[in-house]
């Protein structure tokens, strides 16, 4: 599938190669005036290459809490359509980092996303979620913009 480029609903996807061991990256832009959202996330194999890539536009997001977590699911849907099966999330979002790596229950406002974000895990066979400052996170977060 190299340099395919497929669209489908807002996305716009980019895939070089298949690597068992990737690194997604995930960063939001958030417009609450006008409660849209643009997801971006980037696929790295293990040299750092980019693998693939993807975004997505959001209508009618409610409030400023859920962006980060919405651009997770659609970076884990991304990394589980092209067939990834070892991943390594990064956000820049410390709170949904830590609510996805809690053992308990999440009683916040975000409780829905983190939960799908939990089952959404179970798909692969290995994934871990870290945080990642937006310096570290950089081409994820400057093509969120």
Known sequence: MQGKQQTAQDITIRVASLD????????????PQIH??????????????IVGSGA?????????????AIA??????????????????????????VKINQGVVDRSNMVVYIEEIKA?????????????????NGVAHIIAQ
């Open 20 to 31: 068992p061991n990737v690194k997604a990256n995930f960063d939001a832009a958030f417009k």
């Open 120 to 136: 959404m895990a179970t798909c692969f066979q290995r994934i871990s979620f870290k945080h990642a400052d937006k310096n570290a």
């Open 36 to 49: 849209q959202l643009c997801s971006r996330f980037v696929i790295r194999n293990e040299i750092g290459l």
């Open 72 to 97: 997770c699911i659609q970076a884990l849907k991304f990394a589980e359509a092209m067939g990834f099966r070892q991943l390594e999330v990064e956000g820049n979002s410390q709170i949904i980092i």
């Open 56 to 68: 997505v536009k959001n209508d009618y997001i409610s409030n400023s809490f859920s962006p980060g």
